[in-house]
């Protein structure tokens, strides 16, 4: 249990950004964390902090070893959780990687549901729009609908991201309507900038891919739905996007008979913490919101 205390010390310390305040979360003196700190670094044979009389600031290894420490921990508290009371308050840091536009529309609401009903997990939100390995970028959950997978990793999904392509009247009646997928390379594109200018429609033989010029590129969905709206293009968005504009017709539907691929939203967790009774209560919300939203 050395090695366990010492890396509470070490992580108590990398948020604290010092050996004093670490001590007083941790209720024990500030040479105990220290050493605890020290010990840790005669164990690995590395430092993890730059010490100054200032300030501590973490390492280049600190930096890279501080999320999966921080796993390690939670995997630990865990399991001891398990072996204790069934009905114990679940207890964890999750530490999550998701997409801006869609945990501003809907995933950021459910995460505080799921915070408000277990006040004892701690998340930490990091939004980013491309895809992440869990593992070596130490995250508990990496939630994407990209078809990335990665070794070590468990692809749990959590439910289908209908798309669509779409104009204003305005902007159809000025630049034409198209007929085709190939008509678009005459069009103002609105691209989507993590999912690329390459855009897929189903047509009647088969897959056809579009390689557009991007009038405008954005990694906001919002951005571009807004856009679209004014009459600056044709966009190719997530329907949740644009469901109000569609509905009160501010937008239309284009190439209707060219579906757009659905894709899955999917959340790619590390198989060491697939079955971390934290994970799998958020995963479980994360569905059962996603369900109702999309």
Same mark, same amino acid.
């Given at each position: 249990?050395?090695?366990?205390?010492?890396?509470?010390?070490?992580?108590?310390?990398?948020?604290?950004?010092?050996?004093?305040?670490?001590?007083?979360?941790?209720?024990?003196?500030?040479?105990?964390?220290?050493?605890?700190?020290?010990?840790?670094?005669?164990?690995?044979?590395?430092?993890?902090?730059?010490? =100054?009389?200032?300030?501590?600031?973490?390492?280049?290894?600190?930096?890279?070893?501080?999320?999966?420490?921080?796993?390690?921990?939670?995997?630990?508290?865990?399991?001891?959780?398990?072996?204790?009371?069934? #009905?114990?308050?679940? %207890?964890?840091?999750?530490?999550?990687?998701?997409?801006?536009?869609?945990?501003?529309?809907?995933? $950021?609401?459910?995460?505080?549901?799921?915070?408000?009903?277990?006040?004892?997990?701690?998340?930490?939100?990091?939004?980013?729009?491309?895809?992440? #390995?869990?593992?070596?970028?130490?995250?508990?959950?990496?939630?994407?609908?990209?078809?990335?997978?990665?070794?070590?990793?468990?692809?749990?999904?959590?439910?289908?991201?209908?798309?669509?392509?779409?104009? =204003?009247?305005?902007?159809? *009646?000025?630049?034409?309507?198209?007929?085709?997928?190939?008509?678009?390379?005459?069009?103002?594109?609105?691209?989507?900038?993590?999912?690329?200018? #390459?855009?897929?429609?189903?047509?009647?033989?088969?897959?056809?891919?579009?390689?557009?010029?991007?009038?405008? =590129? =954005?990694?906001?969905?919002?951005?571009?739905?807004?856009?679209?709206?004014?009459?600056?293009?044709?966009?190719?968005? %997530?329907?949740?996007?644009?469901?109000?504009?569609? *509905?009160?017709?501010?937008?239309?539907?284009?190439? $209707?008979?060219?579906?757009?691929?659905?894709?899955?939203?999917?959340?790619?967790?590390?198989?060491?913490?697939? #079955?971390?009774?934290?994970?799998?209560?958020?995963?479980?919300?994360?569905?059962?919101?996603?369900?109702?939203?999309?």
């Amino acid at each position: 249990m050395d090695t366990l205390v010492n890396l509470e010390a070490f992580l108590a310390t990398a948020d604290a950004g010092g050996f004093s305040a670490a001590a007083r979360k941790l209720n024990v003196a500030t040479s105990v964390v220290a050493k605890r700190v020290t010990q840790l670094e005669d164990r690995i044979g590395t430092a993890l902090f730059h010490r =100054s009389t200032r300030q501590l600031r973490l390492t280049e290894a600190g930096q890279r070893y501080v999320h999966r420490a921080r796993g390690v921990v939670a995997d630990v508290g865990d399991l001891l959780s398990r072996m204790g009371e069934k #009905d114990r308050d679940l %207890s964890d840091h999750l530490r999550i990687k998701a997409p801006t536009s869609l945990t501003v529309a809907w995933l $950021a609401d459910a995460f505080t549901t799921f915070q408000m009903q277990n006040p004892s997990v701690r998340l930490e939100i990091v939004m980013i729009d491309r895809p992440v #390995d869990p593992v070596t970028e130490g995250f508990d959950i990496a939630i994407g609908a990209f078809p990335h997978s990665f070794g070590g990793v468990v692809d749990e999904p959590l439910c289908q991201l209908p798309r669509l392509l779409c104009a =204003s009247s305005g902007y159809l *009646r000025k630049h034409g309507t198209p007929r085709h997928p190939r008509d678009l390379v005459d069009h103002r594109c609105l691209s989507f900038l993590p999912t690329g200018p #390459d855009w897929p429609f189903e047509g009647p033989r088969g897959r056809i891919n579009i390689q557009v010029r991007p009038y405008l =590129s =954005s990694n906001e969905g919002r951005v571009l739905t807004q856009s679209a709206i004014a009459g600056n293009g044709i966009a190719l968005l %997530s329907h949740y996007l644009v469901a109000n504009a569609l *509905r009160d017709g501010a937008l239309k539907p284009v190439l $209707a008979d060219f579906p757009i691929p659905e894709l899955w939203v999917k959340a790619a967790v590390p198989a060491r913490r697939i #079955d971390a009774a934290a994970v799998q209560a958020l995963l479980k919300t994360l569905k059962a919101s996603l369900s109702r939203a999309l």
